[in-house]
């Protein structure tokens, strides 16, 4: 029998047995989930969703980077690369800015797809965020596509 293979794409409350991007054998099947030797060595059972079928490559966040001075604007854009070499960008904030934001804006309201509220922009803590929303398979819903024009080229 040929073996059935599944890659992770969401580690959840398994981040001590599971990694994002890695592929596991499936030994049983049951309803909604899957039974696998984990990353400690132990069989456990882990639900489907947080598994696509097969042995495949999963982007992993190479690098990131602020676009705009975080002591200057509310609303920060940052840029990250992949390893498959895409491109993505997000709007990064804190509870302090959006306040300050509301409090010098007429504003009432807003929506932002791609907004990521943090406690700081301490670099470590931007990087420690984007790694959780990366290992629970969020980071793209996250963050836009960054599509580089052509007229930035010259």
Same mark, same amino acid.
């Given at each position: 029998?040929?073996?059935? !293979? ?7 409350? !398994?981040?001590?047995?599971? $990694?994002?991007?890695?592929? !596991?054998?499936?030994?049983?099947? *049951? ?5 696998? =030797? ?17 042995? &495949?490559?999963?982007?992993? #966040? ?16 940052? &840029?990250?690369?992949? =390893? ?14 959006? #306040?300050? !934001? ?21 670099? $470590?803590?931007?990087?420690? $965020? #984007?790694?959780? #929303? ?13 599509? *580089? &024009? &052509?007229?930035?080229?010259?």
């Amino acid at each position: 029998m040929r073996a059935h !293979y599944v890659t992770c794409v969401s580690v959840g409350g !398994y981040s001590h047995a599971l $990694t994002r991007g890695k592929s !596991y054998e499936v030994i049983k099947i *049951e309803d909604y989930k899957y039974r696998i =030797s984990a990353d400690h060595g132990k069989r456990i059972w882990v639900h489907k969703g947080h598994f696509i079928e097969g042995i &495949s490559q999963i982007p992993s #966040l190479i690098n990131w980077k602020f676009d705009d001075d975080i002591n200057e604007i509310d609303f920060i854009d940052i &840029s990250m690369i992949f =390893s498959d070499g895409s491109k993505r960008w997000a709007i990064i904030t804190t509870p302090k800015k959006l #306040l300050n !934001y509301f409090n010098s804006s007429d504003e009432i309201g807003f929506h932002i797809e791609n907004l990521i509220i943090m406690k700081t922009l301490d670099q $470590t803590d931007v990087e420690e $965020t #984007l790694r959780n #929303l990366e290992r629970n398979d969020e980071l793209n819903k996250a963050s836009k596509e960054l599509i *580089e &024009s &052509s007229l930035e080229d010259g």
